[in-house]
């Protein structure tokens, strides 16, 4: 198999196969908290694609190039990964706030919360230290391997988080039955979703 064809897989499999949000069932609370308008669905998919590739690609660096030498990889990658990504939403959070108030305003606490996010958290101990999202592909990534792989994960959450926000609005307008409305419909919605995901199940052998 060339690297391009690895790669391409790599994506394919970190997005559809083992998507993070209804085959992994990792962020629910971001899913179920900001679908309910689009605009904030795209802005919290862009500084999540943002935030978790800039956080791989520094956590990668840290764990072979600082912990992992000093002999503290085993136990120090978790704080060191959450502190850069506290840094890295911050950066995030003052650049919205400064250029765009409207969708700074309308993430609301959702924004921050990426710092507690396990999506990017998972995303960035996954590419140092697989253990949870098993594909049938060689781990001990990269940094290529790490940086495709952590936008693959993103790019499935983006994509994932839009598709149930579209439904939501959908719902909105459709003729559901009053006692189905809102919570219980969106969660009926997540669950035929994660059905269709989880028949991605061994996608190109994945």
């Known amino acids: 198999m060339s690297t391009l064809q690895q790669l391409g897989l790599l994506l394919i499999g970190s997005a559809l196969v083992s998507n993070i949000l209804l085959t992994r069932f990792i962020a629910l609370c971001s899913f179920f908290g900001i679908s309910n308008s689009m605009e904030t669905s795209w802005g919290m998919s862009?500084?999540?694609?943002?935030?978790m590739v800039m956080a791989s690609s520094v956590t990668w660096?840290?764990?072979y190039f600082l912990l992992v030498p000093l002999g503290v990889g085993e136990?120090?990658?978790?704080?060191a990964f959450i502190l850069v990504i506290a840094a890295l939403v911050q950066f995030v959070e003052m650049y919205?706030?400064?250029?765009?108030?409207?969708?700074?305003?309308a993430m609301g606490i959702y924004l921050p919360l990426i710092t507690t996010n396990c999506a990017v958290l998972a995303a960035a101990t996954e590419s140092v230290k697989p253990g949870f999202f098993k594909m049938n592909m060689p781990f001990d990534f990269s940094f290529l391997q790490a940086v495709v792989y952590t936008a693959?994960?993103?790019?499935g959450y983006g994509f994932a988080l839009l598709c149930f926000?579209?439904?939501r609005e959908r719902l909105?307008?459709?003729?559901?039955?009053?006692?189905?409305?809102?919570?219980?419909?969106s969660f009926i919605c997540a669950g035929l979703l994660s059905l269709g995901y989880i028949g991605l199940g061994s996608l190109f052998g994945l």
Do not use: C, E
């Open 46 to 51: 862009l500084a999540v694609l943002f935030v």
């Open 61 to 63: 660096v840290a764990y």
């Open 75 to 79: 136990f120090l990658y978790i704080p």
């Open 96 to 105: 919205l706030k400064k250029s765009s108030p409207t969708l700074y305003r």
């Open 152 to 155: 693959g994960v993103a790019l």
């Open 165 to 167: 926000t579209a439904i």
């Open 172 to 185: 909105d307008v459709a003729p559901v039955p009053k006692w189905l409305k809102g919570t219980p419909m």
